[in-house]
């Protein structure tokens, strides 16, 4: 298993190299560039939530707890919420996810668990898409995906790290198959991770739209004219003059 030196290091790099992309490939400003790199940067410590050592969950939640506030104060401007309740909410959800969160991941959660996983992936990302605040669809998108490549950096290298070659021959861990995968063993967790992943993938795509372009019925190409109006009632026309007929 990679440890947390490596996977903040190799999601930092990673969050560079998005950055980068995004400004000369795509068009972005430097500003979203820029914190899209800090969020892949992030995801990429996000599995570790699970973690035994407790690190993890304390570095996590200080950097969770004080960008928290900052995306409360961006949907609370956007809905013309008063500074004052902001204030409280953000002050509130602060002190949650700051040492609230924390004890409850110690006591539920295990290690390699359904965090290690695909969904949980999938998860963060559509979390990201749904709480980051832009009137522009492909911002929403820039940091979902950053959030989406970071949380993958960390899969990628727990499964590298459990393959061992002595120079003769391959071994595998018992950590291997670990972190890639799309269910875990117990079946409250893979529920619970699963109907969480349904939910937010509705959210998403009704927040982006899609769903209401499924949904609705074309307009018709031609328009049939019929005279069949018996039972239509009476009615006249009006002229710009005024005058009726």
């Known amino acids: 298993m990679a440890g947390y030196r490596e ?29 899209a ?19 993890p969950v304390r570095e996590l939640s200080s950097v969770t707890a004080a960008l928290t506030p900052m995306l409360v104060f961006q949907h609370s401007a956007s809905i013309g919420v008063s500074s004052d309740r902001a204030l409280l909410v953000s002050l509130l959800v602060y002190g949650f996810v700051r ?26 990302s559509e979390l990201t898409f749904l709480s980051y605040y ?11 995906v950053g959030v989406g490549i970071g949380f993958l950096s960390h899969l990628v290298l727990d499964e590298m790290y459990s393959v061992q ?10 950590s291997a198959g670990s972190a890639l995968k799309f269910f875990g063993k117990e079946s409250l967790p893979n529920g619970f991770a ?16 899609i769903l209401e372009q499924l949904t609705q019925e074309p307009a018709p190409e031609v328009l049939k004219i019929t005279s ?18």
């Open 7 to 35: 996977h903040i290091s190799v999601s930092g790099m990673l969050g560079l190299a998005y950055a980068f992309a995004a400004i000369f490939l795509f068009g972005y400003s430097a500003v979203q560039a820029a914190i």
């Open 37 to 55: 790199a800090i969020l892949t940067w992030i995801a990429g410590m996000l599995p570790d939530l699970d973690s035994e050592t407790g690190r």
């Open 99 to 124: 040492y609230g969160a924390p004890l409850v991941l110690w006591k539920f959660a295990v290690h390699r668990g359904m965090f290690h996983s695909i969904p949980a992936l999938l998860i963060a």
């Open 134 to 144: 832009s009137e522009e669809l492909r911002v929403r998108l820039l940091m979902a």
């Open 165 to 174: 070659w002595n120079g003769v021959r391959i071994r595998l861990k018992k």
């Open 194 to 209: 699963l109907g969480l992943l349904m939910y937010l993938t509705w959210a998403s795509l009704s927040s982006a739209g």
């Open 228 to 245: 069949e109006l018996e039972d239509a009632p009476e009615y006249r026309m009006v002229e710009e003059s005024g005058e009726t007929r």
